[in-house]
């Protein structure tokens, strides 16, 4: 098993990627920390790994509240014993975020306090934790807007996760000779609530899937592959880096027909 005997918290856990990741996780021998806002989805979750023979432990987190973020480590530590991974995936892509022009401020400071300073207050919190545990690994969910101007816009979402790539490379070498690992992992669209309620038209659907070499929206699950590599030790020169999980659409300049 993949990840046996590690500890792994993961942040918006109740559905579409952390959901998936969780499930695999405990498939592969984790103890996990299902942490969300919504309660209900967020046990579902840790019943789904039970159920399975799984351990895992739901707690109710905000993660742009501080005191929430201690409190889910802390839970980590005082049910499991330690925190080995922490997935700080959790996000949200606002319905009225749109461009410069039109997105409200109210929008924009939302959109910061999950989406970035969500991700700051799990490492604040995370890393004096995986250090305790002799070191671990650090997995920030960012995206594929981070590293290319969307046609479609969302200029605090963008932004938030253009801050994410950024604050990982520098804990990634601030943390280094800790045995700490801090990696983004950087999805291209997925076929999840999450971006199926944004692109709710056929239009707006295809205007995004042209730009992808693949032709198709990614699955949840396959982010949660790529997670499971950079938790696992398999991953143990890996640090620092924006993990691309697009279908190509980075690399393309025109797409096939
Ligand atoms: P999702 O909406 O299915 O899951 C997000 C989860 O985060 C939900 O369970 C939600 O309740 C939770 N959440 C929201 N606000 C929270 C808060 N303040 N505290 C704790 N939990 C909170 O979406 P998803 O597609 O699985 O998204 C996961 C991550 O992947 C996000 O960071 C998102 O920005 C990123 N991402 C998604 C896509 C995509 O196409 N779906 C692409 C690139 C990046």
Redesign the pocket.
């Given at each position: 098993m993949r990840l046996q005997d590690k500890v792994a918290l993961i942040?918006?856990?109740?559905?579409?990627?952390?959901?998936?990741t969780a499930v695999l996780f405990a498939s592969e021998g984790a103890k996990v920390v299902v942490?969300?806002?919504?309660d209900e989805?967020?046990k579902e979750t840790a019943k789904l790994i039970e159920q399975q023979g799984g351990q895992a432990v739901y707690v109710h987190?905000?993660?742009?509240?501080a005191e929430?973020c201690k409190n889910m480590v802390d839970k980590a530590e005082s049910t499991f014993g330690r925190l080995n991974v922490m997935f700080n995936?959790?996000?949200?892509?606002h319905s009225s975020d749109d461009n410069a022009e039109t997105t409200e401020e109210s929008v924009w400071d939302l959109t910061m306090?999950?989406?970035l300073k969500?991700v700051f207050l799990g490492c604040k919190y995370g890393i004096p934790a995986l250090k305790r545990a002799g070191g671990g690994s650090i997995i920030n969910?960012?995206?594929?807007?981070a590293v290319l101007g969307a046609a479609t816009p969302q200029i605090a979402?963008t932004a938030s996760?253009g801050g994410v790539l950024a604050m990982t490379r520098e804990l990634a070498v601030v943390h280094a000779r800790e045995n700490i690992r801090v990696n983004s992992?950087?999805?291209?669209?997925?076929?999840?609530?999450?971006?199926?309620k944004f692109l709710d038209t056929d239009a707006k659907k295809q205007r995004r899937l042209v730009h992808v070499p693949m032709g198709r929206?990614?699955e949840?699950k396959e982010?949660a592959q790529a997670a499971l590599f950079l938790a696992s030790d398999e991953s143990s020169y890996v640090t620092g880096t924006d993990f691309m999980v697009d279908g190509g659409i980075k690399a393309a300049y025109v797409t096939p027909e």
């Open positions: 942040t918006g856990a109740a559905s579409g990627i952390g959901r998936e942490c969300d806002v919504n989805l967020g987190a905000d993660i742009s509240k929430d995936n959790a996000g949200i892509m306090a999950i989406n969500g969910t960012a995206s594929f807007v979402y996760k992992l950087c999805p291209g669209p997925l076929k999840t609530e999450l971006l199926m929206f990614g949840a982010m």
